[in-house]
């Protein structure tokens, strides 16, 4: 990936997500270079980018990290499509993470997935803290195209809590 591209992702991604969702820029890039992580990248007629979904992939399963879309055109189908397509070359279960939904856009995002057909699970869950000094995030876990069984889904919080988040296992959870 050029630095442009990789460039109009981290600021998407800022536009996009809090602090405590996203790592450092040197941290986002470094991802790169691991064999599991991957960016997918949709462009306008113009070569800029407009959406992104940054995934992990993994014997078992694959986990969405972020999805996002230009806030100027968010509404559009394009991020339901840049999901659409990458749920149709999964032959494994995929997972994401949700913040609980307690408000309004808490639960249009679920919602959103949902339609996708994704499933929200209400197994204890943190999001590991993705910078220094930060603290651990509430956060619950949305499976496509089932629900998990609660042993499958303790593998695969491990995996996640190992891989994506470099953590010590058992974590607290």
């Not at 499958?152 to 058992?170: A, D, G, M, S």
Request: net charge negative.
């Amino acid at each position: 990936m050029n630095d442009t591209t990789f460039n109009e992702v981290f600021t998407l991604m800022e536009a996009s997500f809090p602090v405590s969702e996203i790592r450092t820029y040197t941290g986002q890039r470094g991802l790169l270079e691991i064999p599991h992580y991957r960016l997918i990248v949709e462009k306008d007629s113009s070569d800029r980018t407009i959406a992104f979904l940054a995934c992990w992939e993994f014997s078992l399963f694959r986990f969405v990290e972020h999805i996002a879309v230009d806030p100027s055109i968010r509404g559009s189908g394009i991020g339901k499509k840049l999901m659409e397509d990458y749920l149709k070359q999964s032959d494994k279960p995929v997972l994401l993470e949700v913040e609980p939904p307690s408000g309004v856009l808490e639960q249009r995002r679920v919602g959103f997935y949902e339609r996708l057909g994704f499933h929200l699970h209400s197994f204890p869950y943190v999001q590991p803290p993705l910078r220094e000094g930060q603290a651990d995030l509430p956060l619950l876990i949305m499976t496509y195209p089932r629900l998990l069984q609660e042993q499958e889904f303790h593998l695969f919080r491990e995996i996640l809590y190992t891989e994506v988040y470099k953590v010590n296992v058992p974590y607290k959870s």
